[in-house]
């Protein structure tokens, strides 16, 4: 969505499959995520994140700008120059060789501002995205159109589910900004191949459950992209939790240039939260409104960080986001027991 300024990280990871519990790794505990990344630039932020010795790296989208330095998006050669330059970059080659990287995309390192299905490289977009991020040849993340996909660790009682959206490949485009909710409930945001994908992801036992969204789920509508202009699809998501009775669930987004924490408690389901941290080198003018913002929101550099206890009881879940002096600033902490029926 938001067009340019400076920084950001990226990397992967698999999950560990042991057939006996007393072998099998314990889960991450300290999960740091990010988005909106400018490839060229002061990425120092990358020396901070990787100071507080995070176990994986959620890359949020915009993780490099294809549209900053002049070029056409079609070229995929121009795009793998663009990832080239921010692997060129010291301090996010040092993060990149340090630390696990999940990545998913969003517009400017997709498409172009605002770009959808419309795009007509998306497998070129995709393969360069799963490349840079090493993403083994055998991930799910390759054997379907987009980069959508689903992450496991630790045992049953200790499993960690992340699951990785792509809010681009299937995305109906209507309008420019500021957008207006749609109505039309035939425009997409996910898609059915998706969203079928999904509700077979939810079935699936786990304990924690991050949902990784380059746009914002649980904010007030403010006119820039996000789930909010498809209101019908932000609500098939909420009762496609109720409907397979996915415990654990809470969301991490990007996009906006801002941090923010989102909360809101639909109908019939526990409270869900929407930890917005933008960007890694580019900033607002102010942060929009937001009627379901826990705190306030910050409008600086920053990172966010997840850090799960698996040995308190009940688990214990605090999410936090730091500016880039490495100070706490914006912090929640949530119970296990309260995204719970």
Not at 25 to 37: L, M, R, V
Not at 153 to 166: E, F, N
Not at 238 to 244: A, G, P, R, V
Not at 278 to 296: A, F, H, I, K, W
Request: charged fraction near 20%; hydrophobic fraction near 35%; glycine fraction near 6%.
């Amino acid at each position: 969505m938001k067009n340019i300024f400076y920084f950001f990280p990226i990397l992967l990871i698999l999950s560990c499959t042991k057939n006996s519990s007393e072998n099998i790794a314990p889960p991450p505990s300290k999960i740091a995520f990010g988005s909106c990344c400018v490839q060229v630039g002061n990425l120092s932020i990358f020396d901070s994140i990787q100071s507080l010795k995070p176990d994986l790296f959620l890359a949020l989208g915009d993780n490099m700008y294809g549209d900053f330095l002049p070029g056409t998006y079609p070229d995929s050669a121009w795009l793998a120059l663009q990832y080239g330059i921010l692997l060129s970059n010291a301090p996010f080659k040092r993060f990149k060789q340090n630390i696990p990287i999940i990545a998913t995309y969003d517009d400017h390192d997709y498409g172009g501002n605002n770009r959808g299905n419309e795009y007509p490289h998306k497998r070129q977009t995709a393969n360069l995205l799963l490349n840079f991020y090493n993403v083994p040849a055998t991930s799910n993340q390759r054997n379907h159109t987009g980069v959508y996909g689903s992450y496991y660790y630790g045992d049953d009682a200790h499993k960690l589910q992340i699951i990785v959206l792509d809010t681009r490949v299937f995305l109906d485009v209507f309008s420019g900004e500021p957008i207006s909710p749609t109505s039309d409930t035939t425009k997409h945001f996910l898609g059915n191949e998706e969203w079928t994908w999904l509700r077979a992801e939810l079935l699936k036992p786990a304990k924690v459950r991050i949902v990784m969204s380059s746009s914002q789920m649980l904010h007030e509508h403010n006119g820039y992209e996000s789930w909010t202009n498809y209101p019908h699809e932000l609500q098939r998501f909420f009762n496609l939790i109720k409907e397979t009775r996915a415990a654990g669930v809470f969301m991490v987004s990007g996009d906006v240039h801002w941090a923010e924490l989102s909360k809101q408690q639909p109908a019939g389901l526990y409270p869900l939260y929407d930890m917005t941290s933008s960007g890694l080198n580019q900033t607002e003018d102010s942060p929009r409104p937001n009627m379901y913002r826990v705190g306030t929101a910050l409008q600086a550099l920053n990172f966010g960080m997840i850090d799960i206890d698996w040995n308190s009881t009940p688990i214990s879940i605090k999410l936090q986001v730091y500016n880039n002096k490495n100070e706490v600033k914006i912090e929640q902490t949530i119970p296990l027991t309260e995204l719970q029926f």
